[in-house]
C-alpha cells in the first residue's frame, strides 16, 4: 500500500510513500522506548541545548519548509513561513522556562519533607492533522521533548513530506537517535498504535469525531488523552466596535490558513444597529484578498488541502442557501485554469439557528454573519453552539469587553479586539465539543507529566 502527497493547485501526485507495515509500525515504537529509557534521565540544560538547535535550524530552512508545505496542503509562501518560526519561538519558549514549569513544588505539610515533582512518562501518540503541518506537531513535540517524553507521530497522509522533515529536523539538532519517529500510514492504523503497551498517551488535533474515535480507544486502555477538536468560533461585534478595524480582522480571521482552521472566525454575531456597515467594510475586506499560486509572494489565499474537502465545502454553502440565507459575495468554485481546489471567498448573510452555517462548523473561507438584537442577544447566539474553542469580541469600552470576555462568553480563549491566535506562553484548548485539556504554557508541559506526590517522614 502507497500514500501519496497530491498538490492541491493541479491535483498533480507530489510523491508516493510505502506505508508502514503493522511490524515495522511496532519496531518503530519500540525503538522509541528504547530512546526514551535512556533520554529520560537526560537533565534540563541538555534538552534546551538540543531544543535551541532545532529553533535555530527551523529558522534556517524556513524558506524550504514553506515550499513543502505549499506543495502540499496549499498554504501560501508568507504563511509557512511565518509558521515555521512560530515553531521557532516555541522551541525557543520551552528551552526557556520548561525547567522552572517542571521544577519541584515544595508543598508544607506534617511531613519533614512534602513536595511535587514532575516526571516524564514515556511515549507519546500525536494524532495531528494537515492545516498546519509544522505548528501542529511542534505544539506538542516541544514541551513533550522538554519533559523527558519522546514522541511518535501519525501525521495527516496529505503531508507526509513535513512529517518526514519534522523527524529529520529533531535528528540533525542532535537529539538521541529515534527519540522521535515518524509513522507513514492511514488512519486504519490508529487503534494498533494507541493499543501498543509503550503508548503512555495521546494527542490529537482534529474533527470532533476523529476526537471521539481516539478518545474511546484510549479511554478503553486507561491511557490519557488530549484532544483540540472543531470549532465554530464566534466574533461578537458590538455597536460601539471600531468598525473599519473590527472588518479588517474579522476578514483576516477567517480566511486564514486559506479559512482552513479550528480557530479561524466562523460565525460573525454583529448588532443589528451596526450590521449594515460592518457588513459593507467586511465584504470590502474579504474582495480585496488575492487568490492565487501559494508559490508566489503576494497571494493571500491559496487552494484549499483537497479537491474533495472544496466540493463538501461548496455543499454546505448551497445548502444554507437553500435553507434561506443570502449569498453576497462568493459561493461559487472559481472558473481557473489548472485550479483543482480552490474556492472563492464568500460571505453568507441572514444566517439564522436552523441554517448549517449557524449550526455547523464550516472549513474553508466561508463567514457566516449573523444579526443581533443587543449586547445580551449576541452573547446568547455566541454560546448556542457545541463547541467552544475561541471567541471574540469587538467593543470599545474595555470594562465591558473584558467582562464579556471572562465571565459571558464560553469558549477556552477568549479575544478583545482581536482575532484568535494562539501563543507559545499562553494556555490553548477547548471545551465541549471542541475538547479537553491544554496545549502551550506552563499547563501544557504539564499535560504528558506524572505529577508525584513525594512525602518524608
Not at 272 to 291: D, I
Not at 429 to 440: A, D, K, V
Request: net charge negative.
Amino acid at each position: 500500500m502507497s500514500i501519496s502527497s497530491i498538490n492541491p493547485v493541479n491535483g498533480a501526485i507530489i510523491k508516493n510513500y510505502q506505508e508502514d507495515s503493522e511490524d515495522l509500525i511496532n519496531q518503530k515504537i519500540d525503538l522509541v522506548h528504547q530512546a526514551w529509557l535512556n533520554y529520560k534521565e537526560t537533565d534540563f540544560d541538555s534538552r534546551a541545548r538540543l531544543l535551541t538547535e532545532v529553533s535555530k535550524l527551523l529558522t534556517e530552512r524556513k524558506d524550504q519548509l514553506a515550499e513543502l508545505m505549499a506543495l502540499e496542503m496549499g498554504k501560501p509562501l508568507k504563511a509557512g513561513v511565518a509558521e515555521v518560526l512560530k515553531c521557532a519561538s516555541v522551541c525557543e519558549y520551552y528551552a526557556k522556562n520548561g525547567a522552572e514549569f517542571l521544577a519541584d513544588q515544595t508543598i508544607k505539610t506534617c511531613a519533614s519533607k512534602s513536595y511535587v515533582s514532575f516526571q516524564p512518562i514515556g511515549v507519546v501518540l500525536a494524532i495531528m492533522p494537515w492545516n498546519f503541518p509544522f505548528w501542529q506537531v511542534f505544539r506538542f513535540l516541544a514541551p513533550a521533548l522538554m519533559a523527558g517524553n519522546c514522541g511518535v507521530l501519525k501525521h495527516s497522509s496529505g503531508v507526509t513530506g513535513c512529517a518526514i522533515e519534522i523527524e529529520k529536523i529533531i535528528k540533525d539538532a542532535g537529539f538521541p537517535a529515534n527519540v522521535f519517529k515518524t509513522l507513514i500510514c492511514s488512519s486504519k492504523a490508529i487503534p494498533k498504535v494507541i493499543e501498543n503497551p509503550y503508548i503512555k498517551a495521546v494527542t490529537l488535533t482534529g474533527s470532533t469525531e476523529a476526537g471521539k474515535k481516539v478518545a474511546g480507544q484510549a479511554g478503553k486502555l486507561i491511557k490519557k488523552t488530549v484532544l483540540e477538536l472543531g470549532g465554530s468560533d464566534p466574533y461578537v461585534v458590538l455597536e460601539d466596535a471600531d468598525l473599519e478595524k473590527a472588518a479588517k480582522i474579522c476578514a483576516e480571521a477567517r480566511l486564514i490558513n486559506n479559512g482552513q482552521s479550528c480557530i479561524a472566525a466562523k460565525r460573525f454575531i454583529v448588532v443589528k444597529s451596526v450590521e449594515e456597515q460592518f457588513t459593507r467594510l467586511f465584504k470590502a475586506e474579504m474582495e480585496n484578498k488575492k487568490t492565487g499560486d501559494p508559490l508566489q509572494d503576494d497571494t493571500d489565499l491559496g487552494p484549499m488541502a483537497r479537491a474533495e474537502l472544496r466540493d463538501e465545502l461548496h455543499q454546505q454553502v448551497l445548502k444554507s442557501i437553500e435553507q434561506g440565507a443570502k449569498c453576497i459575495l462568493g459561493g461559487e468554485i472559481p472558473d481557473m485554469e489548472g485550479a483543482h481546489a480552490y474556492y472563492q471567498p464568500t460571505i453568507l448573510t441572514d444566517v439564522k439557528k436552523g441554517i448549517l452555517a449557524y449550526d455547523e462548523e464550516i472549513f474553508g473561507p466561508v463567514a457566516a454573519i449573523i444579526t443581533a438584537k443587543d449586547t445580551e442577544d449576541a452573547i446568547r447566539m455566541a454560546n448556542n453552539t457545541n463547541f467552544g474553542l475561541g471567541a471574540a469580541v469587538f467593543t470599545e469600552n474595555a470594562v465591558l469587553a473584558e467582562d464579556i470576555a471572562r465571565n459571558k462568553l464560553a469558549a477556552g480563549s477568549c479575544f478583545v479586539n482581536e482575532g484568535v491566535k494562539s501563543d507559545p506562553a499562553l494556555p490553548f484548548g477547548g471545551i465541549n465539543q471542541s475538547g479537553y485539556g491544554r496545549e502551550l504554557g506552563m499547563f501544557g508541559i504539564h499535560e504528558f507529566v506524572n505529577i508525584k506526590t513525594v512525602y518524608i517522614k
